[in-house]
């Protein structure tokens, strides 16, 4: 396949509308519109009001969803450029491995978080047991599928089509998991569709010369970038005000056995490999600063200056394998990536305030679907849902289409739950049970 054969089909989209040809003055690449139009749809904007480690409703200004994706983007990007400026002789070798766009790689970071519920991992680990276990659909609830269904699906951008109608370049790169779920293994825990998506997860693959469970380099990139931001920003938001002890790790022998134990216990790494984690650690200790965070502006230069330097380290490491047709990144880059990200779980993630939080967010949740579920098929003598006005009219719709089939009305009042910010879904909830009833002038628009 020749070069501009293989762009011509990593640019196709799903639907071909005859309104939507270029517009006069607009030079954008078919991917830089993807970016574009990922950015400005409402499901990024409710990312605002998502949990990234702790509630963005706090005092304390930390990363919530929103922020915590937009700096995936620019890392992915950065990514992207630094692998096609060491190739810049002929790009052409990531050909084999789907290809390479920085505007793909980042629209995928911009898009990589669209499917967290409010309160993120641990609704999502409810819901899924409320749709498999209580209503018996297989698919189950999962955050990346979630968000190939928003993409394609959900979102809208012209009437009559579902979705974002992205160019396969673009959808190819959001997955990770390219895959249905399965009954066992770890395909069992992680997944990048449903069953409805199917169809499309083929066709937005066809064009690559990729195993089936592969994943793009583009896909491969973004889920880097988003381990990076994950590991250097969630960190630096817990520095600040004191409860990451980065300046005692860097110095205190016993805070770094702490943080060894609790890593090796949760990353299930075996007694033979602990040395190794253990050198990585006293190499990576080295970079952190050494003071407490106060606030003065020497504070804000060099914790401004530590978290430059690890972005920095982490984007220069990575190498293109154009015989594996992957990236290549170090062992030791992975082990310290890895120590980064479980600071954040031991100091904060772990601690007993949160995991009580997290307790109350996993009872709302179920309480809340339980309603909307009982709402959306209560029906009155002639076959009619007496409580379906509870639901915004988009979701209105898609009960009244599904003429009460399980999966769809089940898969409904999950896409409901999933499409609220975390106030919202409070707010909801309290409205439904006679908690605190707000506003009866106050829609809940979706």
């Known amino acids: 396949m020749t070069d501009d054969a293989f762009l011509v089909q990593r640019s196709e ?37 998502i949990t990234q480690v ?18 995936v983007a620019q890392i992915g990007r950065s990514l992207a450029e630094e692998l096609l400026r060491q190739h810049d002789d002929d790009s052409s070798i990531f050909e084999a491995a789907g290809g390479l766009d920085p505007d793909v790689v980042e629209a995928a970071a911009l898009a990589h978080d669209l499917g967290h519920p409010p309160f993120g991992h641990v609704a999502e680990t409810t819901l899924d047991r409320l749709v498999v276990e209580q209503r018996n659909v297989p698919d189950g609830f999962e955050g990346n599928a979630q968000s190939f269904r928003i993409l394609n699906q959900l979102a809208v951008r012209h009437n009559g089509i579902r979705g974002l109608n992205l160019t396969r370049a673009t959808l190819s790169a959001t ?3 390219p895959w249905l779920r399965q009954t066992s293994g770890k395909r069992s825990k992680k997944w990048g569709a449903y069953s409805s998506d199917e169809d499309t997860l083929g066709w937005s693959r066809e064009h690559l010369s990729l195993a089936n469970d592969e994943c793009t380099l583009e896909a491969t990139l973004m889920d880097w970038a988003d381990d990076v931001a994950y590991g250097v920003h969630d960190l630096e938001d817990f520095f ?23 890593h090796f216990q949760r990353n299930a790494i075996e007694d033979e490999e602990q040395s190794f984690h253990r050198e990585v650690l006293t190499g990576l200790v080295k970079l952190l600063p050494t003071d407490p965070y106060q606030g003065s502006a020497w504070n804000r ?45 031991v100091y904060v993630i772990e601690s007993r305030a949160l995991m009580s939080q997290r307790y109350g967010h996993a009872r709302l949740i179920a309480s809340l679907f339980s309603i909307l579920y009982e709402a959306a098929t209560s029906n009155d003598s002639e076959g009619r849902s007496r409580d379906i006005k509870i639901f915004p009219e988009f979701f209105q719709e898609q009960i009244q289409d599904s003429k009460l089939d399980q999966i769809i009305v089940v898969r409904t009042v999950a896409d ?9 879904a409070i707010g909801l909830h309290h409205r439904l049970t006679g908690f605190s009833l707000g506003d009866a002038l106050d829609p809940i628009v979706i």
């Not at 005859?18 to 990312?47: H, N, Q, T, V």
């Not at 702790?54 to 700096?71: D, K, M, W």
């Not at 409901?416 to 919202?424: F, K």
């Open 240 to 262: 600040r005000p004191g409860i990451i002890p980065l300046d005692r790790l860097a110095t205190d022998t016993n805070e770094q056995k702490r943080l060894l134990t609790s």
């Open 301 to 345: 230069a060099m914790l401004r200056s530590f978290t430059s330097t690890l972005v920095n380290r982490y984007i220069t490491a990575v190498r293109f394998d154009a015989t594996k047709k992957r990236i290549d990144i170090s062992v030791q880059t992975r082990a310290e990536v890895e120590l980064l990200k479980s600071m954040t779980w």
């Open 54 to 71: 702790i509630s963005p409703t706090g005092s304390h200004p930390t990363h919530n969803r929103l922020t915590h994706s937009l700096e």
């Open 13 to 49: 989209r799903r639907h071909e509308i005859d309104a939507d040809p270029k517009r006069a003055g607009d030079y954008r690449s078919e991917f830089r519109r993807d970016r574009d139009r990922i950015m400005y749809c409402s499901a990024f904007r409710r990312l605002s009001g």
């Open 175 to 177: 997955t990770k998991y």
């Open 416 to 424: 409901y739950i999933a499409s609220m910010t975390e106030p919202q």
